[in-house]
């Protein structure tokens, strides 16, 4: 059997079962009395009201804590600027708030909000007009910044309105400097009362009369429930629980009325009452509450036990496959799923396990393939560690006796030419072991940048009049724009002069004569905000193909046909071990900074050219030594 009809046929099957008894309990049963379901209808919608209150004190508090919480609000109201706090206050009323108020630590009012029916907020700010709140008068003398919001219901004394109000502090350096009020009208709030409950809503204040109510004033109803005894407000009011009262008669109707208290978190604010019509429930066969209660609960049982032996069908077999894709993913490719179905799952499963055996012989491949690698990377670093050890020596010799026969056939021109060429050429050896030794220190770790102040401007002018001879040789315009505004940054001078080095020397080899070098700099911040200075080098060259930007900065990297190179390290297209841009990469690193190229493609006709950034830490050895 297929997956699909073992999920499709038990629950077509479970579905016809309920729906024929859902059918049955409709047209046959009632759970209850007549009475008994309008009460429980009363109390419900009396629950209701009760968990609506509490939501709407939810967004009162939330509104009320981001206007306290607004940064300069606490330092506003200190200082009596009213103009500052209606800037800071107005933004955050939001629109869910009808009416927003602002007082000082004395009580006086310093913003006061309406919003009207069309959505227009109104100012009506009457200024240093002392609070009519009981709450806020409270909450200023106790000056408690970890004060509870606190709440009541009071009149309005510019619209004339009764409002649901809250109170919270605003606070600065741990003392209470005013005070945030939340209103929402009973005009808006009833309404929403009434729909949300189902039934009509009447709230009555502590004499017992009626402040609000989703009556209509002229209905004969109204006039009935305009008003309560005050012992009556009294025993509800004390009382934790909504209660039934007495039936009434009104337009020939019956109502049933339950009432409970008005209350919010620990504040008991009135009390409020629900009528229902008792035609609000319709009248039905009556049948026993125990055969509805068991033939539901037969039901119950058999979705339970149907869904359960399906679920083990479809969830086994999937539970096998996630505990072998886990196993996998944690690098045990020896793992099988050993599912032996011949539904889609078991297709599915066998498909996975031949997929793990392919995985895992290409894994053994490569790991092979790798271990040889990483053995012929270290062969070759250990030669080129040794070869360019052994070779200094004997440079350095070469060298000596040079200068000593340069020295001694001061009067020989012939003698003085070839003893300048094996010098340049005993230097330009020793730079390339100087290359290869650093490669191989950057390689194992052991590149060591010793922290000082750099003025980068300094290090990239000591570059420029390196090459200053090859530059005018060449006719290359070497152009340095911003360098002199850069701060002085902590690095490793002798490490900067060779990261400069090599990235401008890389510019003059690939730019062709009558070309031009420009180098810019300015400060930009890293994505957690640190401080850093970027060093562009712009080379109008002859670009750098877009798959090849990261492979540059690869050891023995070369630019086109190594053997159409020309010699010399600063003739265009000049011959190199390709190590120039490793080491910059290696320097950078040492320093905690990023270098990278950006290049439209590679073109020796059009010229378009390279950019290389450098971007390095301004103070990134003193952050760590802190």
Known sequence: MSIRFKVIL????????????????VTRLVSNSLQDRLKNQLIEAGRVVSDMMVQQEIKHVGVARSIAYTVGLGEALSAGEDDKVSHLVAPAMGSEVESVWVFNDQGHESIHLIRQSNGSISNVTRPRHVSAFSIVDQLLKENNPDSPPKRTLAIDPVDGRYYYFTTLPVILDDHVVGAVVIGTSLNVLMPYLKSTSLADVILYDENGHAIASTLA?????????????????Q???????????????????????????????????????????????????????????????????????????VSRLIITPLMKLVRTSRAIANGDLTKRTEIKSKDEIGMLANTF?????????????????????????????????????????????????????????????????YTSGILEGTSRMVEVIDNMLDVSRIDNNLLEALPSEVQLDQIIEKVRLTFESALEERRLSFIAETLQSLPVIIGDKGLLYKLFYHVIVNAIKYTPDGGCITVSGHVVADDSGVPQVEIAVKDTGIGVDPQNHELVFEKFYQTGEVLLHSSGKTKFKGGGPGLGLAIARGIVN?????????????????????????????????????
């Open 590 to 626: 040492a320093h905690h900074g990023r270098i990278w190229l950006e290049s439209p493609g590679f073109d020796e006709t059009i010229f378009p050219g390279t950019t290389v950034f450098v971007r390095l830490p301004i103070n990134g050895y003193s952050n760590e030594r802190n």
């Open 235 to 309: 025993s509800i009011i004390n009382n934790d629980k909504v209660v039934q009262g007495a039936n009434i008669e009104a337009a020939a109707r019956s109502y049933s009325i339950a009432s409970g208290p008005f209350r919010v978190s620990n504040d008991r604010l009135a009390v409020f009452s629900v009528l229902l019509s008792s035609d609000f429930v319709a009248s039905t066969e009556y049948m026993s509450r125990w055969n509805y209660v068991i033939l539901y609960g037969i039901a119950m049982i058999g979705v339970i036990l149907i869904g359960y032996f």
């Open 217 to 233: 004033s002229q209905n004969d109803l109204y006039q009935r429930t305009i008003s309560i005894p005050v012992e009556r407000y």
């Open 353 to 417: 396990d031949e997929m793990t055996n392919h995985l895992q012989q290409r894994t053994l491949e490569l790991e092979k393939t790798n271990k040889i690698l990483e053995q012929m990377d270290s062969a070759k670093m250990r030669f080129i560690q040794i070869a360019a050890h052994e070779l200094r020596t004997p440079l350095t010799l070469v060298q000596g006796y040079a200068q000593m026969v340069e020295f001694k056939a001061k009067e020989n021109n012939e003698y003085i030419n």
């Open 10 to 25: 038990p629950y077509l099957l479970l579905t016809l079962i309920v729906a024929a008894t859902g059918a049955y309990i």
